[in-house]
DNA sequence: TTGTAAAGTTTGGTCATACCAAAAGGCAAA
DNA sequence: TTTGCCTTTTGGTATGACCAAACTTTACAA
């Protein structure tokens, strides 16, 4: 059965075909793509069109393509979607504003999911929570280690509700939003700060108290903006 | 100064340097790009990578094309990441997970955005909202008309926080989740029962009480959604 | 036998050229 | 001014070629 007219672009229909090859598992995850000049005796096109559609399921996230490499098959998920955004992501972030806004949001989704989990965590949350927490801890000396824990434990409340796209939100903000600064304003000082105000969120959401949980996460993140803000001089919200 | 090396694809030279004449705003938005020979010409390449770079721009949401009409320039928005990441997460939707994880993700940031509404909605807001739920009320018995009222007074809560991304989220879950089914099981009694979640929403919005906002918007989003299974019969939870 | 270097083959990236059909633009007739 | 035809421009596609990098095989030496 064919996918479609035969209208446009015929990359499209090559698009198509690839497509569900992909989703339907005959071309496996992670296995190179055929070569091009095989493609096009498969599918009876030319170069250039097996060229175009390679790059547009490339662009969509279905393949990944290294410079002189055979695409790689990929099949899609949350993630898949966040990679695909990052490059348009990008544009939006090249002044304060599009940051803020980045990161307001950021805040906004992290204060419901602080105040679901006081509300509604699971033991196995807590868990995770407690463990989060304690690596945290350790790793206050070790900056490096500590930025890897401190993602970490924002990680588990992104994992809370049981949906992964937020997880994938997660992986958005930390790949979009930690590079600009986040790596470079680090001290034991700070990380001990940071592991208190990780604690105290912790506690809040140990007391079923939603709101001192959301409390205590917005001054978490308002102040880590704040540190941001004035160490870069950037001038009034 | 130039962009950037001149290693991997010829390609990708191009797509940055359109790129900063998009952003810079020397290619003018909603205005068509120069035709591929010119383009050609202007950068030194061939028609084959020029293509390639049109490709890639498309796909990034910096221009529109047509299938056989120039490309044209569109600044990058917000709105834009969104579309950028539709042809995406198109593949999450398949199956009937995919939907339900993306509309409890709506749900979750809905039920965020009234508790804001509720706890620090200015006059201007309280204003809209009013408005959009008379609109609302007004289209009870045109169904085609009352969708789109429903759409602006949800949208109305999204922009509440003042922050671009969260209208764009909007524009998301409405073009991603309601083609779906949102259309076709409409009646004015149904329309009758989405009037009034909707005023029950905003009469908890005026008392300042977040619960109840919270507590009514959920009603009314999981109350639409167990009709949509129902009627669908999807099975259980 | 095994590690490795050289030679040969495949394959992605790019270019040049050509053809077709649809869009755009110009021009004459109504 | 509007309508309809004709020419030019331009996007979509196909071929064929070439290069350099990646891959494979072969050959040789330890």
Chains 1, 2 share one sequence.
Not at 85 to 99: A, E, F, M, P, S
Not at 152 to 181: C, D, K
Request: charged content about 30%; glycine content about 4%.
């Amino acid at each position: 059965m064919d996918i479609g007219n035969e209208t446009g672009r015929a990359a499209d229909n090559v698009v198509a075909m690839l497509e569900a090859k992909i989703v339907s598992g005959e071309l496996e995850d992670q296995t190179p793509l055929p070569a091009e000049r095989e493609l096009m005796e498969q599918f009876g096109a030319s170069r250039t069109v097996i060229r175009e559609a390679i790059s547009k399921l490339s662009s969509r996230g279905l393949i990944e393509t290294k410079p002189r490499f055979r695409p790689i098959v990929r099949k899609p998920d949350y993630a898949t979607v966040l990679h695909a955004c990052g490059n348009v992501v990008q544009h939006l972030l090249t002044d304060k504003t599009g940051i803020k806004n980045l990161y307001d949001s950021r805040v906004f989704i992290e204060r419901a999911l602080v105040r679901e989990a006081a509300s509604s965590a699971r033991k196995e949350d807590i868990v995770s929570l407690r463990e989060a927490l304690e690596e945290n801890r350790k790793a206050i000396p070790d900056s490096n280690e500590f930025y890897r824990t401190d993602v970490a434990f924002h990680g588990v409340l992104y994992r809370i509700p049981r949906n992964p796209i937020f997880p994938a939100m997660h992986e958005g903000y930390t790949s979009w939003l930690a590079p600009q600064w986040d790596r470079m304003l680090r001290s034991p000082e700070r990380n001990e700060v940071n592991y208190l105000a990780h604690k105290s969120i912790l506690d809040a959401i140990l007391e079923r108290d939603p709101v001192a949980a959301e409390e205590a996460l917005n001054n978490h993140l308002k102040a880590a903006w704040e540190f941001v803000r004035v160490t870069f001089d950037w001038g009034d919200e």
